[in-house]
């Protein structure tokens, strides 16, 4: 993912002697069906890189009906409480770190 990112950006940037006659309007819209070309690989990308940690947050937190209307603290503090009536979470034990190898 991060290598078609790299080089949409870098043609993005690229700055040639054609790319300085062009139009501003053209050179855009050149840029964005490049990218609309290139974006579902990239999300695709994404989904396949991030779908492990998703899934894992998803099974700890549950159903999202167990919990209570977001509160903004004044001190601007965020606190999403658990509806009384919820059932306990399922708490996901942590995996212990693997072994390091000593250099």
Do not use: H, W
Not at 5 to 24: D, G, H, M, V, Y
Not at 66 to 79: A, K
Not at 80 to 93: H, S
Request: proline share 12%; with cysteine; hydrophobic share 40%.
């Amino acid at each position: 993912m991060k290598t078609r990112f790299a080089i949409l950006c870098a043609l993005a940037l690229q700055s040639t002697p054609t790319a300085a006659q062009e139009k501003p309007a053209d050179r855009l819209m050149e840029l964005l069906e490049l990218f609309s070309q290139e974006a579902p690989a990239i999300l695709e990308d994404m989904i396949e890189e991030f779908a492990p940690s998703l899934e894992a947050l998803r099974d700890q937190i549950g159903d999202l009906n167990y919990y209570e209307t977001p509160e903004v603290l004044p001190n601007g503090d965020i606190i999403i409480r658990r509806k009384p009536d919820a059932p306990e979470p399922k708490l996901i034990k942590p995996e212990p770190p693997k072994e390091q190898i000593e250099l």
